[in-house]
């Protein structure tokens, strides 16, 4: 059986490292085999789709989604979004910093979730790749779990394990000696290697990325604004916007960053759709493509239950759009949408830029333009408007997304319930699925969250997390893990305690690949128990060697806070490889000299 397991696991890897097909339909394609071959019941196969943990990592990523809308996120990313001054390197390192220091307190997995959606947006204003943050992040949300006992479940785990053998428990802080060093070093690693290593190819035929659309538009900053008197780089940085020009009572002002923001300014500027959706919905600034005082509307008021969407509308060659302005379009009293924006092709989008320069003495240079064919603008209203626009010879819309207005007032409400979840789950008040569970429904609720987008995360994050479950499962159960370390220790123990040291950090890194950590640090343990007792030294030292050893396996995508970020951050399984193995190969070496250092080699009492 031990044998079949390690061939499954085998022919798993090449498929993931090959990627034969998506990632989370080869997980579920170890979790069939594993079924259909006898070695787990179909009950234990599927047991991991209702694994606490599993509940838990589902549960948080809709709590996200739930700070997202009610723009916690946002304020964050404000945050974040300054410390693009510091350059690409510095915005990587400062928010692995951040990252770490935070999961020596929260469970990586937690911290990592929270994270996601603020370190996604915050690239995006620093105008660094995704790419070349989001597995950083995740890797320092690991790295982070090694300093504290409670940064991750594994410390926790083993710490009772190691009670239970008769020796103390895990101190709070007694892993800092080591791990405050190897999280150090991973970090200064991952500043120097990974963005490197992680820029994106000229072309991606695997995964194309299609670059978003600088849109141009207008934002009013009106008298009763709290951004009053602030630098303009300040406003500019937390709206993730570049600001062409101020217009201040009909006259052009040079855009500095440090000029001061006045009543009543008009600011031309250039955004990404997701930027200026954003800023539609944040208090302090108005979006708007045509003048304040353009002609009243006509059509009916849309009511709250209306389903607003965005939407990318196209001019098409020979509409009667193209020549006229947007006033003239009058596209609010004809279909009752509003115009947002207005892109236009890389080739002209420069020139438009110095023409609406040229036209800032007026009250809307923009919504003075003539429409060309080939403008895209950015439309937004009732989705029953839009579909209005009829056959496509007006307007071809484009794309669409769903529109999901700010919360602002419920942001502290949100805040609370995401921290008391977290709470309440981590002191074991309540089961951690039990109170990931509670705090969704609570925003859901009371309105933090609406149920459509409660559900809008990445479901393959769940599937390829429980679909692993099985295969630790399996390698547990049919001894395939044991068999492997009775091997390697037999062999280890002629090379004395830092060579059994060495070989059960290697090897209980390596389990971590196909089973949990928790799983490979619990199957390597009784493995080291026995090899301390053949060399007669304390088992202490190798103990804690597997604890740091089982929160640091970087060479693949399996682990949880890895998986978060997989789907999002378009990764490959090779890129983990080419990342997270060199610096997996300093940081044993430094656990292996670090760990005697800390907990002495002494002959076993």
Not at 61 to 81: C, D, I, N, P, Y
Not at 92 to 110: D, E, G, M, Y
Not at 128 to 145: I, N
Not at 287 to 296: G, K, M, Y
Request: charged share 15%; aromatic share 6%.
């Amino acid at each position: 059986m031990a044998v079949l397991v390690l061939g499954i696991v085998a022919v798993a890897l090449i498929a993931f490292w090959a990627e034969l097909f998506p990632l989370e339909v080869t997980s579920l394609l170890v979790v069939c085999s594993l079924a259909a071959t006898g070695v787990l019941t179909p009950k234990e196969a599927f047991a991991g789709f209702s694994d606490d943990t599993v509940v838990f990592i589902f549960t948080l990523l809709a709590m996200a989604q739930g700070l997202a809308a009610t723009g916690v996120v946002q304020l964050a990313t404000s945050r974040l979004g300054f410390l693009a001054r510091l350059g690409e390197r510095g915005f990587i390192l400062s928010t692995c910093c951040v990252v770490a220091a935070f999961s020596a307190f929260v469970s990586n997995t937690v911290t990592t979730a929270a994270f996601l959606p603020v370190t996604v947006a915050a690239s995006a204003r620093a105008k660094v790749p995704k790419r070349e943050v989001l597995m950083p992040m995740a890797f320092a949300s690991m790295l982070g779990g090694t300093i504290l006992l409670f940064g991750t479940s594994t410390n926790l785990v083993m710490s009772a394990v190691i009670a239970r053998s008769g020796m103390k428990p895990i101190g709070v802080t007694e892993l800092a000696p080591v791990g405050l060093p190897l999280a150090v070093a991973g970090l200064v690693m991952l500043v120097l290697i990974a963005p490197r290593l992680l820029r994106a190819p000229p072309a991606d035929a695997a995964a194309p990325a299609m670059p978003s659309r600088e849109y141009l538009t207008e934002m009013f900053v009106p008298k009763s604004s709290p951004h009053l008197g602030r630098p303009l780089a300040d406003l500019a940085g937390w709206l993730g916007v570049r600001v062409l020009a101020i217009i201040r009572h009909g006259q052009p002002l040079p855009a500095h960053g440090e000029h001061p923001v006045g009543d009543e300014d008009r600011l031309l500027v250039e955004a990404g759709r997701d930027e200026i959706a954003t800023a539609k919905h944040l208090p302090g600034v108005a979006v708007e493509a045509t003048p304040r005082d353009a002609p009243a509307t006509d059509a009916p008021e849309p009511t709250p239950d209306e389903d607003y969407v965005l939407v990318e509308a196209s001019v098409p060659p020979g509409s009667r759009l193209a020549g006229r302005s947007l006033e003239q379009a009058q596209l609010s009293t004809r279909f009752g949408l509003e115009a947002l924006a207005i892109h236009r092709r890389p080739s002209l989008q420069r020139m438009t830029r110095l023409q609406l320069l040229g036209r800032s003495r007026g009250a809307s240079p923009l919504g003075s333009l003539p429409l060309a064919p080939g403008d895209v603008i950015l439309l937004r209203g009732p989705r029953e408007r839009v579909q209005e626009l009829g056959d496509g010879t007006m307007l071809l819309v484009l794309s669409g997304v769903e529109e999901n207005a700010l919360r602002p007032r419920k942001a502290l409400l949100a805040i609370a319930i995401f921290a008391g979840a977290l709470a309440v789950g981590s002191f074991g008040v309540l089961p951690l699925s039990v109170a990931g569970l509670t705090g969704m429904l609570a925003m859901i609720v009371t309105g933090c969250l609406g149920t459509r987008n409660a559900f809008g995360f990445d479901w393959r994050i769940v599937l390829m997390i429980a679909s692993m479950m099985a295969l630790a499962l399996a390698m547990e159960k049919s001894g395939a893990g044991t068999l492997i370390g009775d091997a390697i220790a037999g062999v280890a123990t002629y090379a004395g305690p830092h060579g059994v040291l060495a070989a059960l950090v290697v090897l209980t890194m390596a389990l971590s690949i196909p089973m949990s950590n928790q799983a490979a640090a619990l199957v390597v343990f009784p493995i080291a128990v026995g090899a301390a007792a053949k060399l007669g030294v304390d088992p202490r030292p190798l103990a804690m060697g597997i604890t740091l050893a089982a929160s640091i396996a970087l060479v693949t995508p399996f682990e949880p806070s890895s998986m978060l970020v997989y789907g999002v951050g378009r990764y490959r399984f090779a890129d983990y490889v080419r990342v997270g193995a060199p610096i997996t190969l300093v940081l044993v070496a430094i656990i292996v000299v670090a760990v005697p250092m800390a907990w002495p080699f002494a002959a076993a009492r």
